[in-house]
T-cell receptor, first 113, second 113 residues
């Protein structure tokens, strides 16, 4: 799986949009970009994933650049409960890749009042 | 909606004692099931995955074993715990055919003393 690079930490004011960047310059054509987050002492929570088109769900939006070498997770209106470690993961969605998600160090997002 | 439960949430076990962590998934059929471990300060490590009853694949050699006696039940066991088995254990599931959109349980904290 391709490696990802994320900033170690970011701050965001409550109510504002949080934009979390991720670089994945070695991504291959059949690899998806996944985002998870982990609040302290809890299991990781799936947020969103995409291949090349931008995606949106009830939690967030995922913007993938045209060359697919980077992406941005957008939390449109951050709340204090969004404070967590956010992981950007690149992985195959099929083949023999069962559950092999490589969680790196992620970005610690702190939402403050 | 689908839910996943694992228990116990926390346990402290002496070295050499047995272990049994149990996980059940509700609201879905034929899920892929996973056991992960997250050691302190380290990433998430896939231990086992299962694509069906009685079908277990091990990702790393270790002191642990897994079993799937029923479609939505996954058990992690050990006959004799080691100090190095301490960590945060996570059960997870994915929809058959969507292998890496994985939904995690609440986790179980194991401390071996």
């Amino acid at each position: 799986d391709a490696k990802t690079t994320q900033p170690p930490s970011m701050d965001c004011a409550e109510g504002r949009a949080a934009n979390l960047p991720c670089n994945h310059s070695t991504i291959s054509g059949n690899e998806y970009v996944y985002w998870y987050r982990q609040i302290h002492s809890q299991g990781p929570q799936y947020i969103i994933h995409g291949l090349k088109n931008n995606e949106t769900n009830e939690m967030a939006s995922l913007i993938i650049t045209e060359d697919r070498k980077s992406s941005t997770l957008i939390l449109p209106h951050a709340t204090l409960r969004d404070t967590a470690v956010y992981y950007c993961i690149v992985s195959l969605a099929g083949g023999t890749s069962y559950g092999k998600l490589t969680f790196g160090q992620g970005t610690i997002l702190t939402v403050h009042p | 909606s689908q839910t996943i439960h694992q228990w116990p949430a926390t346990l402290v076990q002496p070295v050499g004692s047995p272990l049994s962590l149990e996980c059940t998934v509700e609201g879905t059929s034929n899920p892929n099931l996973y056991w992960y471990r997250q050691a302190a300060g380290r990433g998430l490590q896939l231990l086992f995955y299962s694509v069906g009853i009685g079908q277990i694949s091990s990702e790393v050699p270790q002191n642990l074993s897994a079993s799937r006696p029923q479609d939505r039940q996954f058990i992690l066991s050990s006959k004799k715990l080691l100090l190095s088995d301490s960590g945060f254990y996570l059960c997870a599931w994915s929809i058959r055919g969507k292998r890496n959109t994985i939904y995690f349980g609440e986790g179980s904290w194991l401390t071996v003393v």
